[in-house]
Antibody
Framework: EVQLMESGGGLVQPGGSLRLSCAAS????????MTWVRQTPGKGLYWVAN????????YYGDSVKGRFTISRDNAKRSLYLQMNSLRTEDTGVYFC????????WGQGTLVTVSS | QAVVTQEPSLTVSPGGTVTLTCGSS?????????PYWYQQRPGQAPKTLIY???NRHSWTPARVSGSLLGGKAALTLSGAQPEDEADYYC?????????FGGGTKLTVL
């Protein structure tokens, strides 16, 4: 069974940092680009970042560029998102997705940035 | 950065057909922008229905189809079922950047 399981969310103050993880199983993780997508409560989807199979190519949404870093560890079948200098507008549910044409999605982890 | 636009809400009768569209402020949507369509039911993660304009995943019903229509990407649902009631998001690619539309809330009534 394919699974993507995010973890690491929580409550953090503005300016703080958080590291999200996404553990993959049931598919050939190292063969695919992977992506983080954010959903603001009650609102739509926003592309945060994606990374190629080897971690050599990384792309970011404009609002997170310079603050967030996407990475992966293929040996551990895991995807990461290091989030620094967090702002209140970064609040939302963070999903990881991948597996070829966004085939698989995790259930998300909630990040709340608030004082 | 381009803005991707969708109808905020649509209603379809059970058994009816409805078309959702996805436009771009940068001009006509083309197949080069690899339009994607996602379905999201309340409390669930998004599910990818269509990729690269018109390709279905194995779980996508045959009555759901994607196309380019009048300069926009389009998602057509035929024979609407109660379980089609959900939010639908499109995604377009702009030089490596992903841009989601604001979503369409589809009601089956």
């Amino acid at each position: 069974e394919v699974q993507l399981m995010e973890s690491g969310g929580g409550l953090v103050q503005p300016g703080g940092s958080l590291r999200l993880s996404c553990a993959a199983s049931g598919f050939s993780f190292s063969s695919y680009w992977m992506t983080w997508v954010r959903q603001t409560p009650g609102k739509g989807l926003y592309w945060v970042a994606n990374i190629d199979q080897d971690g050599n190519e990384r792309y970011y949404g404009d609002s997170v560029k310079g603050r967030f870093t996407i990475s992966r560890d293929n040996a551990k079948r895991s995807l990461y998102l290091q989030m620094n200098s967090l702002r209140t507008e970064d609040t939302g549910v963070y999903f990881c997705t991948g597996g070829g044409y966004n085939k698989y999605w995790g259930q998300g982890t909630l990040v709340t940035v608030s004082s | 950065q381009a803005v991707v636009t969708q109808e905020p809400s649509l209603t379809v009768s059970p058994g009816g057909t409805v078309t959702l569209t996805c436009g771009s402020s940068a001009g006509d949507v083309t197949s080069g922008q690899d339009p994607y369509w996602y379905q999201q039911r309340p409390g669930q993660a998004p599910k990818t229905l269509i990729y690269a304009t018109s390709n279905r995943h194995s779980w996508t019903p045959a009555r759901v189809s994607g196309s380019l229509l009048g300069g926009k990407a389009a998602l057509t649902l035929s024979g609407a079922q109660p379980e089609d009631e959900a939010d639908y998001y499109c995604l377009l690619l702009f030089d490596g950047a992903w841009v989601f539309g604001g979503g369409t809330k589809l009601t089956v009534l």
